[in-house]
């Protein structure tokens, strides 16, 4: 009888152990993942841009978040700022020069868990108009766990970052257009396998 109450609590004890423990690679969720920046034009305005093709994968250790990984691609095909003669002008050579420089890329160098549960503060190197510059993202963990609709591990997470664009040599109408631009990312990401991923699928 002890062998089997044993038995019984072991097997307990695995079935209350975390579900995703182990280091899991997540590929980002297109329609439910997205990009935002916004700027101070002539201290009237508050305009935002979105980056609406968000490819990247995601490396989460539950157990030890410090070694979590992300890489990213932003096609500037993908940039919306919701006006298209802007959309034209941002990709021409005195701003982004999209033609020769088509992507903008972040992979991150280093996560650092926050004193808080999910907190993270994620330095690495972010890629725009041919120039690389670190960054650093504040991050917040939303939720790890089964997506209900795909049955699948899936994970979630919100960020902010700040960076000045001229650092990157897209400094036109600075100081009257701002220098600062204000980041916000959310991700949604799930454990599919990338080639399961396809632009339009609503889940």
């Not at 609406?52 to 995601?58: A, K």
């Not at 204000?182 to 990401?189: G, K, P």
């Amino acid at each position: 009888m002890r062998l089997s109450h044993a038995m019984l609590a072991a097997g307990l004890a695995l079935l209350a152990a975390p579900v995703f423990a182990a280091p899991v690679t997540y590929t980002f969720n297109l329609d439910h993942t997205q990009v935002r920046f916004c700027w101070d034009h002539f201290g009237f305005s508050m305009p935002c841009a979105n980056m609406n093709t968000v490819e990247g994968t995601l490396v989460y250790d539950a157990q030890d978040p410090a070694l979590s990984s992300v890489r990213v691609t932003m096609p500037m095909s993908g940039l919306d700022t919701h006006v298209p003669a802007l959309n034209m002008h941002l990709k021409e050579a005195d701003f982004f020069n999209a033609a020769q420089f088509p992507d903008i890329t972040y992979k991150s160098t280093k996560v650092i868990p926050g004193t808080k549960p999910g907190d993270l503060t994620i330095e690495g190197l972010l890629t725009a108009h041919g120039v690389t510059q670190p960054v650093t993202l504040h991050a917040r963990l939303n939720k790890i766990g089964e997506q209900p609709m795909l049955h699948v591990p899936a994970i979630g997470f919100n960020a902010t970052a700040s960076i000045e664009r001229s650092a990157f040599g897209v400094g036109a109408y600075v100081p009257m257009v701002s220098d600062a631009v204000q980041i916000s990312i959310t991700v949604e990401a799930d454990a599919r396998k990338p080639a399961g991923m396809k632009p339009g699928m609503k889940h």
